[in-house]
């Protein structure tokens, strides 16, 4: 595998953007899966929230922690999953779940500390990782894995100066999904391990099962002081260019990220918040029903390529996305261009067909593409027939055709030209 820590800067959508921008402004059409953005918007009360907020503004600092209804309204989410061992000491947002990563970095490790963060994930972690001056150990777990951590495979990664293991569940880019037995598997290796524990949390509305997703706070609570939970109202709600993102944590924890918070980004802005809460403690039923639709959109990818022998996709069992092995195009011909990385394939969709992909690469897996589908259903069903189309346009590559013996003269042996 590449060195992921220093080989995947978190740049993989801005060529492929770039490159679908162009081909579209030609009049062209482009199936964009490339980017993970919610194709829905938040109720029109969550406007009306931050719209209040702007004529009650004081043009006040607000608080570093994060204000008072925000707070309240995210305990009281948490309250609805179950998680009602918070109180507002262990609560701070921050600039979205970005940016609580990148402050829990800084406030928890040492230079030279190293977390475990398991691959495929998402590059922004190595980023946030190499700013901080922690080191990255990347336990590789592959398709036959389900894209998912297994207790050998985290034993054998912690020790030494490991303080943490980051997990996102479900992930991005494989929506892979924890079940609660897989938790209850790794809370085990874990609870022998004193490291910290960070869930990125923030697809976990969307999971494809009749339960809500599992978490390690409720199946290891004796794991609470340790785990440090990360949401963000980007995904949740549609609302990814509002930037509100809040933890729950020991206190300590929350009060470490409060004071970096008064020392960098001062506060939230009050419209946000007021946005932010409304969407949180409000009616979820608008986020819950794009749940569904993103299942049918699963399997309509699934289903359709159920027919394509050269790729194999293990199903995703939450987020938004799918994370299809494609190493068995390597060395196919499309013309005369040969498909020897997962980069030529996603050229060659763009290109050609009007998909827009991102190379797996980017994500610690170069044998794979990531398609994200919370985009129109129409729209992810144009892209499944053009991505089948490319498929069956691609040629075995021919093999170099065998000389004719020639005589052994002396001392050289006979030679044959191989492919």
Not at 95 to 109: A, D, E, P, R, T
Not at 213 to 232: G, T, Y
Request: hydrophobic share 40%; proline share 8%.
């Amino acid at each position: 595998m590449p060195d992921l820590a220093t080989d995947h800067r978190n740049t993989p959508f801005c060529p492929i953007l770039e490159l679908a921008g162009r081909i579209q402004a030609r009049g062209k059409p482009v199936v964009d899966f490339s980017i993970g953005v919610p194709n829905f918007t938040p109720p029109q009360r969550v406007y009306d929230a931050a719209i209040a907020a702007i004529h009650a503004d004081q043009c006040r600092y607000g608080p570093s922690r994060g204000e008072a209804g925000l707070i309240a309204a995210y305990l009281h989410y948490l309250t609805q999953l179950g998680q009602d061992q918070f109180g507002p000491e262990s609560i701070a947002v921050g600039q979205g779940g970005k940016h609580l990563l990148y402050s829990l970095f800084q406030v928890l490790f040492e230079p030279g500390d190293t977390v475990v963060i398991p691959a495929p994930c998402w590059p922004t972690y190595f980023d946030i990782a190499r700013l901080s001056g922690v080191a990255v150990r990347t336990p590789y777990c592959g398709l036959q894995q389900g894209y998912k951590l297994d207790p050998a495979t985290l034993e054998a990664a912690l020790g030494g100066r490991v303080v943490a293991l980051v997990l996102n569940n479900p992930s991005n880019p494989t929506g892979a999904l924890y079940s609660r037995a897989e938790l209850a598997a790794l809370a085990a290796v874990l609870r022998r391990h004193d490291v910290w524990i960070i869930s990125d949390d923030v697809y976990q509305r969307f999971v494809y099962t009749d339960e809500q997703c599992p978490h390690l706070l409720d199946i290891a609570p004796d794991l609470a002081p340790r785990i440090i939970k990360v949401d963000s109202i980007s995904k949740l709600y549609g609302m990814p260019g509002w930037r509100a993102g809040l933890l729950a944590a020991a206190p300590e924890v929350a009060e470490a990220v409060t004071v970096l918070n008064s020392n960098s980004i001062s506060n939230m802005p009050p419209m946000v918040a007021a946005a932010a809460a409304e969407a949180l403690g409000g009616d979820q039923g608008f986020s819950q029903r794009m749940t569904s639709g993103y299942r049918a959109r699963r399997d309509l990818l699934l289903t359709a390529f159920d027919s394509a022998p050269q790729i194999r996709c293990a199903r995703p069992g939450g987020a938004f996305y799918l994370f299809p092995d494609i190493s068995r195009v390597f060395g196919s011909m499309h013309g005369t261009q040969m498909i020897s990385t997962d980069e030529d394939l996603c050229n060659l969709l763009l290109d050609s067909y009007g998909v827009a992909a991102v190379p797996g690469r980017h994500f610690g897996a170069p044998d794979n593409i990531r398609l994200s589908y919370a985009i129109d259903v129409d729209q992810v069903r144009q892209g499944a027939s053009q991505i089948l189309r490319c498929l069956a346009e691609l040629k075995e590559r021919p093999k170099a055709p065998r000389s004719s013996p020639t005589p052994p003269t002396a001392g050289v042996a006979a030679m044959e030209t191989v492919s």
